[in-house]
């Protein structure tokens, strides 16, 4: 069903027509059921923009001047303030829980959004558990259940090159297996380093 | 040479017997004719039967075939769409025809159009709220050809979309179809639009997007009326503002309509 995503930045990214030619796209519109549509458009928007770039976390300060919250052509952007907003529907349920606040230490916030706790996220454009079923679907495949795998093997090995999960950030890796071991399809053994896992 | 002049007593005769045998004639020629009509019109209708089973598939996968079709049907007062639960709109010759196409028709063009208008609400619902539930007939027939529904998209005519919009009327389910400036759109909300709305949304079909001083300066009308049926748009989704241009712009949202993701 997926084939393998492009390396960064290898090919543009094609921007939607909406980005490219609606000037209102970058206002946030004041009519609540307008605003919820355009939260989606925005949503998968950025979750398409990250997929593309495999970009796992997302810096609002450092990203609020990239093409994705700015049109150069349009001379239109999306506020700082405006993206948080974005970025808050998106975490919530009603956006599909798709970004994860966390600070600089990578810990995971909560709270009302606030300009000096809330500027990183994660973009899930896959989440865990999602990436997790991606993952266990390869092993399944290969036929290597009960197999001992070593995470760097998983993420980094020949092995595993042209799937969507090479390369990918470990963290999300280890979360994303971490739901497969909560659902009991897969045990995490070894120390920090040297990790292996095994799937049932 | 006597009777040719027809000047005697006996031409008073020969004159009633010719208008008999005149009439008598023009009614067997009359309904020589309407046999033979009636001969030719049931050959090409057990034809056109053929013909649309025949081409079934093509009638159904061909837009521009399709609309032929239809047009051919239309001509001689046939009704694809009249099934069994709407009346044929051929009423007295056409009566029999229209539940006899039904019959023909009914499983394979009628199920199209009905497939077609399922296919035409989901659009309109995903959609409604970005749109307001105001969607033109040309966005619409491009969502559905690129609709990512069960079975992919469907190639349609815009023909074809009004169709399948009529198809719904049976079910009182509000979907219409209203004349904007020299657009078709199709309504999903039952909600009638008064004369400034309509008057400030095609201005924006033909200007793009549109300001409350444009409204004042084209229109002659006062802020308070121009600023009042824009605020009434925004309220119903019809418009979405732009707040980074020197004035607020207002623009139709039929540029969101888009299915990249």
Redesign the interface.
């Known amino acids: 069903m997926s084939q393998p995503s492009p390396s960064p930045s290898s090919t543009p990214f094609?921007f939607?027509?909406?980005h490219a030619?609606?000037?209102?796209?970058?206002?946030l519109?004041?009519?609540t059921?307008?605003l919820?549509?355009?939260y989606?458009?925005w949503s998968?928007?950025i979750q398409?923009y990250c997929r593309h770039h495999r970009l796992y976390k997302l810096s609002l300060t450092s990203t609020i001047d990239s093409p994705l919250f700015k049109n150069t052509e349009l001379?239109?952007?999306l506020s700082l303030q405006d993206a948080r907003s974005v970025l808050e529907w998106m975490s919530r349920d009603e956006g599909g829980r798709r970004i994860e606040w966390v600070d600089q230490k990578g810990r995971v916030v909560d709270g009302r959004p606030r300009e000096d706790t809330h500027d990183t996220c994660w973009v899930f454009w896959k989440r865990p558990e999602e990436w997790g079923d991606v993952i266990a679907a390869w092993v399944e495949e290969t036929g290597q259940k009960g197999v001992v795998l070593t995470f760097y093997e998983l993420v980094n090995g020949e092995g595993t090159r042209g799937e969507e999960f090479h390369g990918m950030d470990q963290e999300l890796f280890r979360r994303a297996l971490s739901t497969l071991v909560k659902r009991g399809k897969a045990q995490v053994f070894g120390g920090e380093g040297a990790e292996g896992t095994k799937f049932f | 040479m006597s009777a040719r002049r027809g000047v005697g007593l006996s031409a008073f005769q020969n004159r009633s017997s010719l208008s008999t045998s005149y009439a008598s004639h023009g009614a067997s020629l009359r309904s020589a004719h309407l046999t033979s009509l009636q001969t030719q019109l049931s050959v090409f209708q057990s034809l056109l039967h053929n013909f649309a089973l025949q081409h079934a598939d093509t009638i159904k996968s061909n837009p521009t075939f399709r609309a032929e079709f239809a047009r051919m049907c239309n001509a001689i007062g046939v009704d694809p769409l009249a099934g069994s639960n709407v009346k044929g709109k051929s009423a007295g010759g056409g009566k029999g025809i229209g539940s006899l196409w039904a019959k023909v028709l009914g499983g394979d063009v009628n199920d199209f159009y009905f497939e077609l208008a399922v296919r035409v609400v989901e659009v309109c619902r995903g959609s409604r709220g970005e749109n307001g539930g105001l969607l033109g007939v040309e966005e619409c027939k491009e969502l559905v050809k690129r609709g990512r529904g069960i079975g992919g998209g469907m190639d349609v005519s815009d023909d074809d979309v009004l169709r399948a919009v009529k198809s719904l009327k049976p079910l009182g389910s509000g979907f219409s179809i209203v004349n904007v400036g020299s657009k078709q759109m199709i309504r999903s909300i039952p909600k009638e639009l008064n004369t400034d709305q309509s008057t400030v949304l095609e201005a924006i079909q033909v200007l793009g997007y549109i300001t409350c001083s444009m409204l004042e300066d084209n229109l002659g009308w006062d802020h308070a009326r121009a600023d009042t049926v824009i605020k009434d748009l925004l309220g119903d989704s019809l418009v979405w503002v732009d707040l980074q241009a020197p004035e607020a712009e207002y623009w139709s949202p039929a540029f969101m309509n888009d299915f990249e993701d």
């Open positions: 094609k939607p027509t909406y030619s609606y000037p209102p796209f970058f206002t519109q004041p009519n059921s307008t919820t549509a355009q989606r458009k998968r928007l398409r001379k239109k952007r």
